[in-house]
């Protein structure tokens, strides 16, 4: 079996496993390949279509894309979840229309707003407004965007060390011809802002988080306990994270496609969350074309990308009985197959899986009072 390893955070790390695997790494002009590591531009060029697995979706635009990710998640619940900030789409044509979500009376609270583009990368136009003349000047200094969103700006963000700051949740699709198995990482980033936060300022080194350094970069869920504790995390936190990555995937997975019927692929999700004082979580954009890996230390490096590889090249969905028995930090939320798809619910996952019950266990309804009425019975010879 044959590789092409095109990826640009993790390619010795790929090439070293898939060689330890026996496999031969070739380029392009090889007949068949077994696997592909592309970029997303490359999705369907002709080179990979005769790749047996890739590392990409024919269209990422339902969850990508924030307008879209946003009207098919309400189109699909009927309801817009708590998890997901009140937002407005608009393009420069029709900038009049959303002056009215402002506030304009002087004597009520003024609201602050998220401008991002409707489909941009990274923190690329993305600014904090609180009026329609802050969003007119906004638009005029990024005159290379035309769609637009306008999100609600959480007011009371959670601190870390005193600073703004958001998590990074990682998730992974896999789709074959035969089934789709969803996984949500253990282990993720939180990523802070540049500066102390302050409630009285739009200033975007306060008010936006981000992977901007080193210094920006910490690791779930580790500096999280270390801060908050691990009761929260596991009671509060990560259940949130399980409901959110599997609500908006679930409303989207009959829209999953590979680039070509009969090839496995996958993709790597990277999920920005959002958490208030109150420890509820806001889901802030899902990053579904190319999610960057800037400045992780060295352990996390090598070996990220080494569990996803086991995820992928499984003959089988792993289910969390195997994931756990192989120690791979995953966990699976959802999975279909066959058009019948088994959830998992805020951290509590169930696989229906066959379970082996022991004679005891499985008669215990009739055991037990059995016992009693023996217990009964010599109770009474006793006391005679």
């Known amino acids: 079996m044959s590789f092409i390893n095109k990826n640009p955070y993790f390619p010795e790390l790929i090439s070293r496993e898939l060689k330890n695997a026996g496999m031969e790494e070739v380029t392009e002009d090889a007949e068949k390949v077994y696997y592909c590591d592309i970029s997303y531009g490359k999705r369907h060029h002709p080179d990979y279509k005769k790749c047996q697995i890739v590392n990409q979706l024919s269209s990422v635009d339902?969850?990508?894309?924030?307008?879209?990710?946003?009207?098919?998640?309400l189109k699909y619940y009927k309801q817009r979840p708590q998890y997901l900030p009140y937002t407005v789409s608009f393009t420069r044509d029709n900038i009049d229309e959303v002056q009215?979500?402002?506030?304009?009376?002087?004597?009520?609270?003024?609201?602050?707003?998220?401008?991002?583009?409707?489909?941009?990368?990274?923190?690329?136009?993305?600014s904090v407004i609180r009026n329609h003349l802050e969003l007119i000047r906004h638009l005029g200094e990024n005159e290379k965007h035309k769609d637009w969103i306008l999100q609600e700006y959480i007011e009371n963000p959670l601190l870390l060390k005193g600073k703004k700051f958001h998590f990074r949740v990682y998730v992974i699709f896999i789709q074959t011809p035969e089934w789709q198995a969803v996984y949500i990482g253990k282990k993720g980033f939180m990523y802070t802002a540049n500066k102390q936060f302050r409630s009285d300022t739009i200033d975007k080194d306060v008010v936006l988080s981000g992977e901007s350094s080193r210094e920006n970069v910490y690791y779930t869920p580790e500096d999280f306990v270390r801060e908050y504790g691990k009761q929260v995390w596991d009671k509060k936190i990560y259940p949130q994270f399980v409901k959110i990555c599997k609500e908006t995937i679930r409303s989207t997975l009959d829209e999953m496609k590979c680039p070509t019927e009969k090839q496995k692929c996958f993709k790597i999700l990277g999920y920005d969350i959002l958490v208030d004082k109150d420890m509820k979580c806001y889901l802030a954009e899902i990053n579904a074309r190319n999610v960057s890996y800037k400045y992780p230390n060295e352990k996390f490096k090598k070996i990220f990308y080494k569990y996803i590889l086991k995820l992928v090249l499984a003959k089988n969905a792993l289910t969390n009985k195997q994931l756990k028995e192989r120690n791979i930090p995953y966990e699976r939320i959802l999975y279909q197959y066959d058009g019948n798809v088994i959830e998992g619910f805020n951290g509590n996952i169930k696989d229906y899986e066959r379970i082996n019950v022991s004679f005891v266990n499985r008669n215990w309804g009739y055991i037990f009072p059995f016992i009693l009425i023996l217990l009964f019975l010599c109770v009474i010879i006793i006391l005679r």
């Open 62 to 73: 339902l969850l990508g894309n924030k307008k879209f990710q946003y009207h098919h998640h």
């Open 100 to 126: 009215n979500i402002f506030v304009q009376n002087s004597g009520e609270r003024r609201l602050k707003y998220v401008i991002k583009p409707e489909n941009g990368l990274a923190r690329g136009g993305v």
